[in-house]
């Protein structure tokens, strides 16, 4: 099984700053890796695939970044609705495993 | 409009059965793999099971093979978990999730395993 690791697990940032989020594979999953965003009491809605692909309607201030086992995502100007758990996950090879999640809070 | 709809959620005992499904629309269901997820109270994303297009193959986490059991009904665009044997630590939200690189996830549904 891919082991998928998060860091940090907390990130604190001002709005209107810039938040990068890092996941690291275990293994290569080639660029087969998604970033999602979940906040309290929703089901994830996915943000980036293909590691650096924007899902429908994500707008441009988040980016994807990486291939191999080494992976970002980033935030530029942070905006209120940004604030929630970030997931990596990787789909190179079953069973699709994801990070523990990182806490973005407001600062 | 892509939408999935989970069903069949509730509380059961140790040992139990539920059974679980997911109402597809706004897609060719057909055409893509279907997936279960979890996540306990507090906690991460699990991948549960996967189906292919035509139900033909499946997968399964370690920690539920030999118990849950995937499948589809392709002509009412449905998918399923039937859920055997539950245990405390089952107690989770179940969602359903069309593959492809770009996932689609439903809204979920509750299932609580306790006496």
């Known amino acids: 099984e891919i082991v998928m690791t998060q860091s940090p697990a907390t990130l604190s940032v001002s709005p209107g700053e810039r938040a990068t989020l890092s996941c690291r594979a275990s293994?290569?999953?080639?660029?087969?890796l998604a970033w999602y965003r979940q906040k309290p009491g929703q089901a994830p809605r996915l943000f980036i695939y293909?590691?650096?692909t924007r899902a429908t309607g994500i707008p441009a201030r988040f980016s994807g970044s990486g291939s191999g086992t080494e992976f970002s995502l980033t935030i530029s100007s942070l905006q209120s609705e940004d604030f929630a758990v970030y997931y990596c996950?990787?789909?190179?090879?079953?069973?699709?495993?994801f990070g523990q999640g990182t806490k973005l809070e407001i600062k | 409009e892509v939408q999935l709809v989970e069903s069949g959620g509730g509380l059961v005992q140790p040992g139990g059965s539920l059974r679980l499904s997911c109402a597809a629309s706004?897609?060719?269901?057909?055409?893509?793999?279907m997936h279960w997820v979890r996540q306990a109270p507090g906690e991460g994303l699990v991948w549960v099971s996967l189906?292919?297009?035509?139900?033909?193959?499946?997968g399964y986490a370690d920690s539920v093979r030999g118990r849950f059991a995937v499948s589809r009904d392709n002509a009412r665009n449905t998918l399923h978990l039937q859920m055997n044997s539950l245990r405390a630590e089952d107690t989770a939200v179940y969602f359903c999730?069309?593959?492809?690189?770009?996932?689609?996830w439903g809204q979920g549904t509750m299932v609580t395993v306790s006496s």
């Open positions: 189906i292919s297009e035509d139900g033909r193959n499946t």
């Open positions: 293994q290569s999953v080639s660029s087969k």
């Open positions: 706004g897609f060719i269901f057909s055409k893509y793999y």
């Open positions: 999730v069309r593959g492809g690189d770009d996932f689609i």
């Open positions: 293909g590691a650096s």
């Open positions: 996950q990787q789909y190179n090879g079953w069973p699709y495993t």
